[in-house]
């Protein structure tokens, strides 16, 4: 099922030659709270930009100069004719309705803009648009595993993507240096490196030897690339770091939502057993009272602080 969230998530593109048309429709689905919009008054470069986005919806002015709507359309069908995007048209011309959905369009919004129009045909559009992607998507699924688990896995994958897509040029530098400099063609790279420089330093090439033994031209140029190369490792190190210190706080706040719901379903079952009448035994009372407690992180952090400080004050 598609859900709200990736409806309001659902990347949108806005094609239209007037500024103050763009705006108005940026502000209607910002203020809907739709948070992945992006607009264009160029409709030489609708074609380019869905290469590059794969926009969920695109909303298409018609009358623009130099391209209109229906060769925008044409353009999009020739670079995307695998998978070609959801168009909403936009149009004042009642004629230019029919000849839209013909051309490729699947709904229309006239002009002047309603609100509640705009928004209900983009919802309902991305709506259909996310639901058939999920059933492409799901095509494939191994049986074995639940829709449940395969949603997660792809949660998982988007989340390492847009993180990786995120990074700055410097961070993808360091992962590239550090990824290169552990992989096995780096250490062929520097086998022969190392004979060529070896061999033409022994002089039995008829070539004079730059660098004798005992190499110390060789020394200072490989100590200076250790010295880079920790220096990328450590960047990429960090970068990890930070990433392994996200996914902590995502698996701490799941952790203690888990441990949230579970104690107030103890607590409802408690209730249930007493309004019934069920009672238990007193070793069962004691250990569902421990269960229904509430456990508050500040007091388990503490316990375990506590713990270790006796802990290292003990003889050994």
């Not at 919802?123 to 059933?135: A, D, G, P, Y």
């Not at 095509?139 to 988007?158: E, F, G, H, T």
Request: glycine share 4%; hydrophobic share 45%; net charge negative.
């Amino acid at each position: 099922m598609v859900s709200s969230s990736d409806i309001l998530h659902g990347k949108i593109l806005i094609v239209d030659d007037l500024e103050a048309n763009v705006i108005l429709i940026e502000r209607m689905l910002r203020g809907a709270g739709y948070t992945s919009v992006s607009a264009t008054m160029n409709p030489y470069k609708v074609g380019e930009l869905y290469l590059t986005n794969r926009y969920d919806l695109i909303l298409l002015d018609i009358q623009m100069p130099g391209m209109n709507g229906f060769q925008v359309m044409e353009h999009l069908k020739k670079l995307a004719s695998d998978e070609y995007p959801q168009v909403l048209v936009i149009t004042a011309d009642p004629d230019h309705k029919q000849r839209a959905l013909q051309a490729g369009a699947k709904d229309f919004v006239s002009k002047p803009f309603e609100l509640i129009e705009v928004l209900t045909r983009v919802h309902n559009m991305l709506e259909v648009h996310l639901l058939q992607k999920e059933i492409a998507d799901h095509k494939d699924d191994n049986p074995a595993l639940s829709n449940i688990i395969q949603r997660n896995i792809r949660k998982i994958i988007q989340v390492r993507l847009k993180s990786a897509r995120e990074q700055s040029l410097q961070d993808r530098i360091a992962n590239g240096m550090t990824s290169f400099s552990g992989s096995m063609l780096f250490f062929y790279i520097h086998v022969v490196w190392f004979f060529l420089w070896f061999l033409l330093n022994t002089g039995h090439l008829g070539i004079t030897p730059f660098d004798p033994y005992p190499y110390g031209f060789l020394t200072v140029v490989v100590s200076l690339e250790a010295i880079f190369l920790a220096t990328f490792v450590l960047i990429s190190q960090n970068l990890l770091a930070k990433e392994a210190e996200r996914l902590t706080d995502l698996g701490l706040q799941t952790g203690l939502l888990t441990e949230h719901e579970l104690t107030r379903v103890l607590q409802m079952l408690r209730a249930i057993q007493n309004k019934i009448g069920i009672s238990n035994d007193e070793i069962s009372d004691l250990a569902d009272a421990d269960l229904e407690m509430e456990t508050k992180l500040e007091d388990v952090l503490s316990e375990i602080d506590r713990l270790q400080r006796r802990e290292q004050s003990i003889p050994r």
